[in-house]
């Protein structure tokens, strides 16, 4: 089946730094991309959706200064924290593929990020 | 818009139990319906889904059928085990979406 792999799966950083995580679809060519964060015992909250070869579409109340999105191929997408601080920490997990109604999302494995 | 209502959690159930998590929907169109589970520091994986009124999906002992009537879709499993302890999530796509909504997750644990 399909396969999205995410990259890294834990990071710990200092407060201030940027942080990069990467989406890639393994087996399959994604145009769109979506990027989730999931605090401890919550829901998944949509914070973008992420269009190989243009600007990424952020739901409300994101920053996109802040969630830099890029989507600069058909497999790989990216989520840049900058500056990130604490209250940044989280899950963080993307998904691909399935685009039309009847076939389901394909999930990486997320990302933890800590900020210290 | 379109929304996913589960049952609040978390769930506690003995080895063997009879589980069963409802989902109910809405939606403007003619949505297919998903069950996805998180095992602890993993992203979600589709535990199965139906994508027209009255279909079974079916995996792994779990059951959920596509009630259009009672917009619901509930998921059952016979006889849990240890290991079916996990985060459930129900979902639903619209017609020509691409984009999930999802409900709030429930979180399973089954006790030896």
């Known amino acids: ?116 | 818009g379109d929304s996913v209502t589960q049952m609040e959690g978390p769930v506690t159930l003995s080895e063997e139990a009879f589980l069963t998590i409802n989902c109910t929907y809405t939606a403007t169109g003619y949505p297919s319906l998903f069950w996805y589970v998180q095992y602890p520091g993993e992203g979600l994986q589709l535990l199965l889904k139906a994508t027209k009124a009255d279909d079974k999906g079916s995996n792994k002992g779990f059951e959920a059928t596509y009630r259009k009537e009672t917009t619901s879709f509930h998921l059952e499993k016979g006889s849990v085990q240890v290991s079916d302890s996990a985060v459930y999530f129900c979902a639903l796509k619209d017609t020509n979406a691409g984009k999930s909504t999802f409900g709030d997750g429930t979180t399973l644990t089954v006790k030896p």
Not at chain 1, 41 to 63: D, P
């Open chain 1, 1 to 116: 089946g399909a396969v999205v792999s995410q990259h890294p799966s834990w990071v710990i950083c200092k407060s201030g730094t940027s942080v990069k995580i990467e989406c890639r679809s393994l087996d399959f060519q994604a145009t769109t991309m979506f990027w989730y964060r999931q605090f401890p015992k919550q829901s998944l909250m949509l914070m973008a959706t992420s269009n190989e070869g243009s600007k990424a579409t952020y739901e409300q109340g994101v920053e996109k200064d802040k969630f830099l999105i890029n989507h600069a191929s058909l497999t790989l997408s990216t989520l840049t924290v900058t500056s990130a601080h604490p209250e940044d920490s989280s899950f963080y997990i993307c998904s691909a593929g399935g685009l039309m109604s009847n076939q389901p999302q394909h999930f990486g494995d997320g990302t933890r990020l800590s900020i210290l």
